[in-house]
């Protein structure tokens, strides 16, 4: 996976790591179906003490709910909420995604309403 090595990478030549990077390698491993790297990722941020905005749950939450973890994703959005988070029409959109995924019709029209 490139995008785990370029973030690794820029720690050996310590390059900063800032919400943004961290953010645009989570979203880019989402996207190319590895879920699994992009909640590392996500998760080594915290470590790291890279704040996690609104952007990179989405990012997280989405890689999850593309990679089928649709639990996964529901607990990272349980996480965006104690952590006062913001959500927005992205954040309900991978929450409604997960949901229906994981057979949970109910918590999706709650979801719907809520938007």
Known sequence: LQTLQLIHEMAVGRVERDTITYSTAVSACGKGGEWLPAVQLFHEMAESSVERDTITYNAAVSACEKGGQWAKALGLLAEMALARVELDTITYSA?????????????????????
Request: without cysteine; glycine residues 10%; negative net charge.
């Open 95 to 115: 929450a409604f995604s997960a949901y229906e995924k994981g057979g949970q019709s109910d918590q999706a029209l709650r979801i719907l309403m809520e938007m």
